[in-house]
């Protein structure tokens, strides 16, 4: 349909746009080439003025940090000003990255690292969207397609029998058959947790395998070995993250940090891949970064060590 073909060409075009943004800042660009991308279409320039306006909140970042803006590069040869200049590009781009430039560019909605909004789509599908996460979607008069682009969303769908609901996860993809579910896109795995209903979740596996997952269950795909089980899940103890709570059973430190990450700004780092296996249960308040590491240090005599935005864990 036009409208579903509008939102991809758009989304495509705003991807486009980060794409020359960033090579547009290194050496030996293909300036032809560029020109003729900007003159194929008049919203590629308009979609490449908005990726420059997110470059522009990068340098405005580099402008108020006192040691980036204050940065002397000395003279010594001619070759330093053009030094300097590719090295304040790069820190430019860099940035943009940082701050989310490409994925901005992309989603249709996100969330921080400090917020877990609740959003209202156009068919009055409710979508609660865990930290750190994001999703594009596309409607049209045949379907209705949400993408997970990074993180966990809980879903309450919206009848509508003659539009189909589809949330695609990587390389899982779950139809909703009118149900109430939650996808957490991770790591290492994607699972998908049905609270009301049942959704048929189809992986692209090699195999084109097809589950139906029904209320209580579970459907875990792991990434490497692309494997899938199913398991009964209890679906209060699934909505956990919803009121700010981590509940594991059994569960790899690996995992708890990974959703101890989404609330915090800065970096967590396990120290050795042995401690990264060590197994963990109980309850946490995981958007309590100070909390969840007491919990850590008590449950597994881990050390945790905090310099400014990184912490370590360490035997």
């Given at each position: 349909?036009?409208?579903?073909?509008?939102?991809?060409?758009?989304?495509?075009?705003?991807?486009?746009?980060?794409?020359?943004?960033?090579?547009?800042?290194?050496?030996?660009?293909?300036?032809?080439?560029?020109?003729?991308?900007?003159?194929?279409?008049?919203?590629?320039?308009?979609?490449?003025?908005?990726?420059?306006?997110?470059?522009?909140?990068?340098?405005?970042?580099?402008?108020?940090?006192?040691?980036?803006?204050?940065?002397?590069?000395?003279?010594?040869?001619?070759?330093?000003?053009?030094?300097?200049?590719?090295?304040?590009?790069?820190?430019?781009?860099?940035?943009?990255?940082?701050?989310?430039?490409?994925?901005?560019?992309?989603?249709?909605?996100?969330?921080?690292?400090?917020?877990?909004?609740?959003?209202?789509?156009?068919?009055?599908?409710?979508?609660?969207?865990?930290?750190?996460?994001?999703?594009?979607?596309?409607?049209?008069?045949?379907?209705?397609?949400?993408?997970l682009?990074?993180?966990?969303?809980?879903?309450?769908?919206?009848p509508?029998?003659?539009?189909?609901?589809?949330?695609?996860?990587?390389?899982?993809?779950?139809?909703?058959?009118?149900?109430?579910?939650?996808?957490?896109?991770?790591?290492?795995?994607?699972?998908?947790?049905?609270?009301?209903?049942?959704?048929?979740?189809?992986?692209a596996?090699?195999?084109?395998?097809?589950?139906?997952?029904?209320?209580?269950?579970q459907?875990?795909?792991?990434?490497?070995?692309?494997?899938?089980?199913?398991?009964?899940?209890?679906?209060?103890?699934?909505?956990?993250?919803?009121?700010?709570?981590?509940?594991?059973?059994?569960?790899?430190?690996?995992?708890?940090?990974?959703?101890?990450?989404?609330?915090?700004?800065?970096?967590?780092?396990?120290?050795?891949?042995g401690?990264?296996?060590?197994?963990?249960?109980?309850?946490?308040?995981?958007?309590?970064?100070?909390?969840?590491?007491?919990?850590?240090?008590?449950?597994?005599?881990v050390?945790?060590?905090?310099?400014?935005?990184?912490?370590?864990?360490?035997n």
């Amino acid at each position: 349909m036009p409208g579903k073909r509008a939102t991809q060409a758009q989304r495509k075009r705003h991807e486009e746009a980060a794409g020359w943004l960033l090579r547009n800042r290194e050496a030996g660009a293909d300036d032809a080439a560029f020109a003729a991308w900007l003159s194929r279409d008049p919203e590629n320039r308009r979609a490449y003025e908005a990726a420059e306006r997110l470059m522009g909140e990068a340098r405005m970042a580099i402008a108020s940090d006192p040691t980036l803006r204050d940065l002397k590069v000395k003279r010594r040869s001619a070759a330093k000003p053009i030094v300097g200049c590719i090295l304040a590009l790069a820190t430019a781009g860099a940035l943009f990255v940082m701050l989310d430039g490409p994925m901005r560019l992309t989603a249709d909605a996100m969330s921080g690292s400090g917020d877990m909004p609740v959003i209202t789509l156009a068919d009055g599908t409710s979508v609660q969207l865990n930290a750190s996460s994001a999703i594009a979607h596309d409607f049209t008069d045949e379907g209705r397609v949400v993408r997970l682009l990074r993180g966990q969303a809980f879903f309450e769908v919206a009848p509508d029998a003659g539009r189909p609901f589809t949330v695609e996860a990587g390389d899982v993809r779950i139809t909703a058959l009118g149900t109430a579910f939650d996808v957490r896109l991770g790591d290492t795995e994607t699972d998908v947790t049905v609270t009301q209903h049942a959704v048929l979740v189809e992986l692209a596996d090699g195999k084109d395998t097809s589950l139906r997952v029904t209320e209580g269950e579970q459907a875990a795909y792991d990434h490497a070995s692309r494997a899938s089980t199913v398991k009964d899940k209890d679906s209060m103890l699934a909505a956990a993250w919803r009121r700010g709570q981590l509940v594991v059973d059994n569960a790899p430190l690996s995992y708890v940090v990974e959703e101890m990450r989404r609330h915090f700004a800065g970096r967590i780092v396990i120290a050795g891949s042995g401690l990264a296996g060590r197994r963990v249960s109980g309850t946490m308040a995981v958007t309590d970064t100070d909390a969840a590491l007491a919990f850590l240090e008590q449950a597994l005599g881990v050390t945790t060590n905090r310099i400014g935005p990184l912490i370590v864990i360490r035997n």
